[in-house]
C-alpha cells in the first residue's frame, strides 16, 4: 500500500495529514505555525507533523511515497523555492530542498490557491471535470486553474491571479500597484472597508448595533448577518460585490469557456444568498454560450480543501486500473 | 511528400493555399465568396479553389493529405457545423462533412480566431512559444489561446473571446447584451464612433479635415493618421482605447500568466505607435510578474494568418523526426 503526506502550511497553522492512493486520510494533526520563530523553526515543525501522523497511523515515515505541501505566496513550484510570504516572513525560502533534506523524501511544494483548485477537481466539486476556474473570497480574492485535467501554472507559476483582474478602471487602488482590482471590490475586507465608510458617512445604522457600536469590530460577517437579517444597506453592499464578482467570472467564462466553476472562501461560505446573486451577475455580463456551459458550483472540501490539494499534488496523476 | 490544403473562409473572399508538410505554401488563389448566392454555392466555390491549386501545382488531389479551413462565427469543431455566420448568412451548416462529401479527403473546421493563434503559434511570432494568448484588433476584437502547445477552445468551443471581456462596467451598452466589453472601447469601429461623437459635438477639427468633412466617412484609419500628424484629439481617442486594451490584456496576464502576447489586426497594424501605448498600459495594470513573463508582439502572419492557420489545423501536431 502507498502512503502520501499533505501539508497546509498557513500564516497560523499547519495542517497535516496521511492517506492513501485515494486521497483517504488515515491521520491528521494541526498545530500553530509559530512563524515568529523562524524559518528552520517552521520546516522543524512541518517535519514533526509528518512524523506525528506517520505514528498515529502505525505507518513508517520510510514508506511515504511523497509529501506534496501547499504554501502561501509567490513560488516556483519546480525547485519549491517561496520568493515570497510575507505572513511568514520568508523570502527567497527554499522549502522544498529543505524538507527533502530533512526527510529524506520527494517533496512537492506549490501555492495554497492552486492547490485548492486541485484538491476540489480531485475529490471535491470538481470531480470529472476536465476544466475548472476555482475562486476563494475570502479576506482576499485568489484562484487556481485546471486545464484539460491539469494544473495551469502560466509561465512564472503566477497563473490564477484572479483578484488582481480589473473590473472597475475607475475602481479604488490596489496593494498591487493597479487601480479597480477584484479583490479590492468584492473579498471580505473590501466588503468590511465599505460598511466602515458607510459607517462613516453616518449610514448603516443596521450593522453598527450588530457589534458593541464599534465600527472598527464591523466585517464581512456582521455585515452578511445584518443583510440576512434584512437591512437594506447591508444587502446592497452584498448586491454591489457580487456585480463585480459577476463581472470577474463573466470575464473568465468569456475569455476560457469554462465547464465548471468552483467557489469557495468564507464570503462564498456566508450562506446561498452571495451565490445566488454572483449567478445572477455572471449571467448579465457572460456571453450566452459561455455561461450556458458553465456550473457555478460551491467549494465542497471547506477547511481540508488545502490539504487534500496537498496530497493530490504529493499523490500525482491517476494512473491504472481502478484510478479514482 | 504529404500535401495540404488551408482554406480561409470570409465574408467577402476565399483564400486558399497548397502547402507541404512544413507550411510551405506551393500554389494559392483569392477568389469572392459570393455569399449572396447561398450555401451550396460557397461549398462549391471552396472545392473548385483546392482543385485549382492543386492543378497550379501540378499535385493530384488525391494527394491531398488533410484540408484546414476556417470560418467566422461560433462552430464546433469537432462536428465542423457553423452554428452561426452572419456575414455569410449561414445558420448550423455543416461545413466539414458537407465538404468532405464533395472532395472524400479529411476535412477540420475551426473559427477564425482559433486558427489565426493557430497559424501565429506555428509559422509566426509565437515559433517556439508553449502558451500564447492571440489578440486581433479590427473592426472588431477576438482572440484565441494556445495552451500547452496546443488550441484551447473551452467546454462550448467559445473560448478566447477576449472583445467581450468587461473592462469598465460603466462603458456603453455591447451588442452581446453586456455593456463596457473591450470590443465596444478599444476596436476600430470604437475608435471610429468615438470620433464621430467628438464631431457631432463640435471637436475633432483635425480628424474631420482628413475627410471630405464628412463625418461618417471618419474610420479608425482617419483618426491613426491625424494622430501621427500631431492632432491631439485624435492621440487622445487612441489613447483611450490603448488604455482599455492595456487593462483586457493585463487581466489575462493576470489570469494566465503567458509568455507571450501576439497582436495582430488592422488596429494594431497602423503603427508602432498603438502597439508602444498598449504596452504602456498593460503594465500600469498588470501584476509585476505577470507583465515581466510576458512578451508583447506584433503578429507576422499579416493577410496570410488565417490560411497558415489552416494549414496548421490540417497538418496537425508535428511529430517524429525533423518535425518542425
Redesign the interface.
Do not use: W
Given at each position: 500500500m502507498a502512503y502520501y503526506v499533505g501539508v497546509d502550511l498557513g500564516g497560523t497553522k499547519i495542517y497535516t495529514g496521511l492517506a492513501d492512493a485515494q486521497g483517504r486520510i488515515l491521520s491528521e494533526i494541526k498545530v500553530p505555525t509559530a512563524a515568529e520563530n523562524g524559518y528552520i523553526a517552521v520546516i522543524r515543525r512541518i517535519a514533526s507533523t509528518i512524523e506525528e501522523v506517520c505514528n498515529q497511523a502505525d505507518v513508517p515515515v520510510t514508506e511515504v511515497s511523497a509529501i506534496g505541501v501547499g504554501a502561501p505566496g509567490?513560488l516556483n513550484s519546480e525547485t519549491g523555492v517561496v520568493h515570497q510570504a510575507p505572513n511568514l516572513g520568508w523570502e527567497n525560502a527554499p522549502l522544498g530542498s529543505d524538507l527533502e533534506k530533512l526527510l529524506h523524501l520527494p517533496v512537492l511544494v506549490d501555492n495554497d490557491a492552486n492547490l485548492a483548485a486541485l484538491g476540489e477537481h480531485r475529490f471535491g466539486a470538481g470531480r470529472g471535470a476536465s476544466?475548472l476556474v476555482f475562486i476563494t473570497v475570502s479576506t482576499g480574492i485568489g484562484?487556481g486553474?485546471i486545464?484539460?485535467n491539469?494544473l495551469?501554472?502560466?509561465?512564472?507559476?503566477?497563473?490564477?491571479?484572479?483578484g488582481?483582474?480589473?473590473?472597475?478602471?475607475?475602481g479604488p487602488p490596489c496593494s498591487?500597484?493597479?487601480r479597480g482590482c477584484l479583490e479590492t471590490l468584492a473579498s471580505g475586507s473590501a466588503i468590511a472597508r465599505q460598511a466602515q465608510t458607510l459607517i462613516a458617512s453616518g449610514g448603516g445604522r443596521g450593522i453598527l448595533v450588530r457589534t458593541a457600536e464599534a465600527p472598527d469590530e464591523v466585517t464581512a460577517v456582521t455585515v452578511f448577518d445584518a443583510a440576512a437579517g434584512g437591512d437594506a444597506e447591508a444587502l446592497h453592499l452584498i448586491q454591489t460585490a457580487a456585480?463585480?464578482l459577476g463581472?470577474g467570472i463573466?470575464?473568465?467564462l468569456?475569455?476560457?469557456?469554462?465547464?465548471l466553476v468552483v467557489l469557495g472562501g468564507g464570503v462564498m461560505e456566508s450562506g446561498p444568498l452571495i451565490l445566488d446573486l454572483v449567478r445572477g451577475e455572471t449571467r448579465?455580463?457572460?456571453?450566452?454560450?459561455?455561461y450556458?456551459?458553465?456550473r457555478l458550483v460551491p467549494a465542497e472540501l471547506g477547511e481540508r480543501m488545502g490539504l487534500m490539494g496537498a496530497l493530490a499534488l504529493a499523490i500525482g496523476k491517476p494512473t491504472g486500473i481502478g484510478a479514482t
Open positions: 509567490p476544466d484562484g486553474l486545464l484539460n491539469s495551469y501554472r502560466g509561465a512564472g507559476f503566477a497563473a490564477g491571479e484572479i488582481h483582474t480589473v473590473v472597475d478602471p475607475d498591487c500597484g493597479s456585480r463585480y463581472i463573466a470575464n473568465i468569456n475569455l476560457l469557456n469554462p465547464s448579465n455580463y457572460a456571453l450566452k454560450e459561455a450556458a456551459s458553465a
